[in-house]
């Protein structure tokens, strides 16, 4: 089990999710698509994200961009807009 996690969290790491800025709803089909990012790999590793509450969903996605949490870098450079706009497909869809 640890070492299929390792390997999921290296796999993500070579292929994590950046973005370039913008404001939330300026391309609502790339904000989708990093959202399924996100769940699909939470799914792979049995952690859903549905229903967490978007508030605290950003807020963990921005500890993670802080370097506070153990998880591999994602969203690198995303605006507070986009963070927003991703956790609340993430809680309504994760």
């Not at 089990?1 to 800025?21: E, H, N, P």
């Amino acid at each position: 089990m640890t070492r299929t996690i390792l390997l999921t969290v290296f796999l993500l790491s070579l292929t994590s999710v950046s973005f370039a800025g913008g404001h939330a709803g300026a391309d609502v089909g790339a904000d989708i698509a990093k959202a399924e990012s996100c769940i699909q790999c939470h799914e792979r590793m049995g952690m859903s994200l549905k229903g967490g509450g978007a508030d605290a969903i950003a807020g963990k996605i921005k500890a993670i961009g802080a370097g506070e949490t153990s998880h591999p870098p994602v969203l690198e450079g995303a605006s507070d807009a986009d963070i927003a706009e991703i956790a609340k497909i993430l809680n309504e869809k994760g």
